[in-house]
Nanobody, 114 residues
Framework: VQLVESGGGLVQPGGSLRLSCAAS????????MRWYRQAPGKECELVAGINSAGSSTNYADSVRGRFTISRDNAKNTVYLQMNSLEPEDTAVYYC????????WGQGTQVTVSS
């Protein structure tokens, strides 16, 4: 299993970023996928999840209404569209398959700062 995130960077408050996670090594369309994040000095937080078909999603209260998780099973890719970013969203964002004991990507840094 390989998960490779991309799309992170530095953005001003109120800005947007779109993270991507390219998956390989398993039947992508058969598995739910998640995005987690970890800020310095804080515990790893589940940000969003999506079921295998892409028909059901869930979000942390802190991002609901601002972030959107989606997937393209033909491209073996899961996305996280992040709008109205706040400094509190600064963290390393990780793509995940299988929950906390599952598979993780290497992470992509998102920094929200003016």
């Amino acid at each position: 299993v390989q998960l490779v995130e991309s799309g992170g960077g530095l953005v001003q408050p109120g800005g947007s970023l779109r993270l991507s996670c390219a998956a390989s090594g398993f039947t992508f369309s058969g598995f739910a996928m998640r995005w987690y994040r970890q800020a310095p000095g804080k515990e790893c937080e589940l940000v969003a999840g999506i079921n295998s078909a892409g028909s059901s999603t869930n979000y942390a209260d802190s991002v609901r209404g601002r972030f959107t998780i989606s997937r393209d099973n033909a491209k073996n890719t899961v996305y996280l569209q992040m709008n109205s970013l706040e400094p509190e969203d600064t963290a390393v964002y990780y793509c995940n398959q299988g929950g906390r004991t599952g598979y993780w990507g290497q992470g992509t840094q998102v920094t929200v700062s003016s």
